[in-house]
């Protein structure tokens, strides 16, 4: 015979069980329901390492072996929203992270590369390279495919179908920037506790967001300028006002001998003869400063090879965002004999 004490103290646990249960299932049915809507989510690139008895590289690595006990230390943090960056920045900092800011995509690849950081917390629609097109470069490159990536951003689940190559290990939504804090703390511990295999345990915050027509129309628009450069030419090379190198088509990597990680971000003037660097530069600059669209020709060595290209400046609002540069033809190697 159970006291009535004890059994009213019994009923209360069960019936509290039964909540945190019910807890549990719709907090995993909101996950599911994200990963649902965006399957890449669930894409978590596997690296490759030593089999002792096969030799290098044969042996996939296992998920939970990718960041699992890890510490973070380091942290690149890029958003284009000066209020957030700073605000989120300095909080990081409050907890002794060695945090680097960086307002733009371009500025975020740099960064990673130069720095290397434990993690890197990304959002996605940014200015010079958005933080899909970040992602895939940093899965791309041997020494970094490893690093922590987590998404944060105000996007809904369903506008991450228009960044296919996104593939980072957590989504935080944005919102109140003490609670937005918070959640990438917890998605930063989920990460150094259970590495990069729980994806689901990093999707915090997106119970309340909701996507927005304005939204899809803007990303629908981005992809469409995507294709119109790739469509131009295989030469193809988009510039920031500074000339560096912003997008770039396969042709023209293949032209120029380097792969597509290699050349973003470096200086095109970089990538010419040295006698053609300073032609090059002065050119770039008469375009970036020139009030109207302007269009010019010439004729540049890369390498050993001369190409014949076009040059012309991208007008925004009156002013100029950048240049685009055309190679005409593969061209012709220089005879090096004369």
Not at 166 to 185: H, M, R, T
Not at 276 to 282: A, K, R, S, Y
Request: net charge positive; glycine share 8%; proline share 4%.
């Amino acid at each position: 015979m159970i006291p009535g004490s004890w059994a009213r103290a019994l009923r209360a646990k069960r019936v509290e069980s039964a909540r945190d249960l019910r807890e549990k299932k719709t907090a995993r049915h909101g996950q599911n329901q994200f990963c649902c809507r965006f399957p890449h989510a669930h894409a978590i690139f596997r690296p490759r390492t030593r089999d002792k008895k096969k030799g290098k590289g044969t042996r996939p690595m296992k998920p939970s072996e990718l960041s699992k006990g890890t510490l973070f230390t380091s942290i690149v943090f890029a958003d284009n929203d000066k209020l957030i960056l700073e605000s989120i920045g300095e909080l990081l900092r409050s907890k002794n992270y060695d945090v680097h800011l960086a307002p733009d995509g371009l500025e975020a690849w740099r960064l990673v590369r130069h720095i290397r950081p434990s993690c890197v917390i990304l959002d996605v629609v940014m200015p010079k390279l958005d933080g899909s097109r970040v992602c895939w470069m940093i899965r791309q490159d041997p020494t970094l495919r490893d690093t922590p990536i987590i998404v944060f951003s105000s996007l809904s689940a369903q506008d991450f179908r228009h960044f296919p190559d996104l593939s980072a290990d957590a989504y935080v939504a944005k919102g109140e920037i003490s609670i937005a804090f918070q959640n990438i703390l917890r998605a930063m511990t989920h990460l150094q506790a259970r590495g990069r295999a729980d994806i689901a345990g990093g999707i915090l915050g997106y119970d309340e967001v909701q996507p927005r027509e304005i939204v899809a129309e803007m990303l629908l628009e981005i992809r469409r300028y995507a294709n119109v450069l790739s469509a131009l030419g295989p030469g193809t090379i988009e510039l920031d006002t500074d000339g560096r190198i912003l997008r770039i088509s396969a042709g023209a990597c293949e032209i120029l001998g380097r792969s597509e990680t290699q050349l973003i971000g470096e200086p095109v003037t970089s990538l010419c003869a040295d006698r053609d660097q300073e032609t090059l530069l002065h050119l770039l600059r008469e375009l970036t400063s020139a009030a109207q669209s302007e269009r010019c020709k010439a004729t540049v060595q890369f390498g050993e090879i001369e190409i014949p290209i076009q040059v012309c400046s991208i007008l925004d609002g009156g002013r100029c965002a950048g240049t685009l540069l055309i190679m005409e033809s593969k061209g012709k190697k220089v005879d090096t004999q004369r």
